[in-house]
């Protein structure tokens, strides 16, 4: 379909088109689909039309043309919203580790005056400070969105928070955040607990590695293989031979 060919009357079915393109991850047949209303002087809505094309680009890890996107509905004035536009830049961001532009698209929204919400907004960009091994931002996140009075959410929040301190060797910080998460009766998952562990076999605390392998067995979660390795490993580095023993013999 040429620009020139696009006529008024198919303006909804270009924009089912476009969000056809999304689904099926074709972010190049979306985005040529919106230059074609360009062309054809159809303004593209911003909910059918650019919110599409800038998931399609998210799903394609395409950051690049998702921030393009965004300029582009700003200089036409559409109003980008934090849900449908926002949210999928900075997953785009997320995904191509480019934590500095996430930190400043989420500025952007307060600036914009919407509110960032805790699992698209702010989960987003903690976890491409923990992408970027960028652990105390992930915590300076994790402190402002507790100010803002938005709820951290166990996996997209807590758990990309103690994965960069455990990236960064921050044991302690992670073992801070896990009784954190404890305190404001949020229970940590597998993902969380498997973080902690690690971040203390990086800083060779294994009686604290095997304390918290001890815990998830409390509360009815079953370390998972990755989480059993590290506890061997910060055995083995605490020179505690009979204690990875024991552990391989759990597994």
Known sequence: MRGAEVMP????????????????EQWQRALALLSEM???????????????GLSACEKGEQWQRAL??????????????VILSYNAALS???????????????????EAKLEPDVIFSYSAVISA???????????????EM???????????????????????????????LLSEMWETSLKPDVISYSAGISACQKG???????????????????????GCSTGISACEK???WQRALALLSEM
């Open 9 to 24: 009357d198919v303006f909804l079915p270009t924009c089912a088109g476009i969000s056809a393109c999304e689904k099926g």
């Open 204 to 226: 060779e605390q294994w009686q604290r590695a095997l304390a918290l392998m001890s815990e998830m067995w409390e509360v009815k979660l079953e370390p998972d293989v990755i």
């Open 146 to 176: 507790r100010l803002a009075k938005l709820e951290p959410n166990v996996i997209f929040s807590y758990s990309a928070g103690i994965t960069a301190c455990e990236k960064g060797e921050q044991w302690q910080q992670a073992l801070a």
């Open 92 to 110: 785009a961001c997320e995904k191509g580790k480019q934590w500095w532009r996430a930190l400043a698209l989420l500025s952007e929204t307060w």
């Open 68 to 81: 393009a996107l965004l300029r582009d509905m700003r200089e036409a004035k559409l109003e980008p919203s």
């Open 238 to 240: 605490g020179e505690q």
């Open 129 to 143: 400070c923990e992408k970027g091994d960028q652990w105390q931002r992930a915590l300076l996140l994790l402190s």
């Open 38 to 52: 360009r062309e054809a002087k159809l303004e593209p809505d911003v909910i059918f039309s650019y919110s599409a």
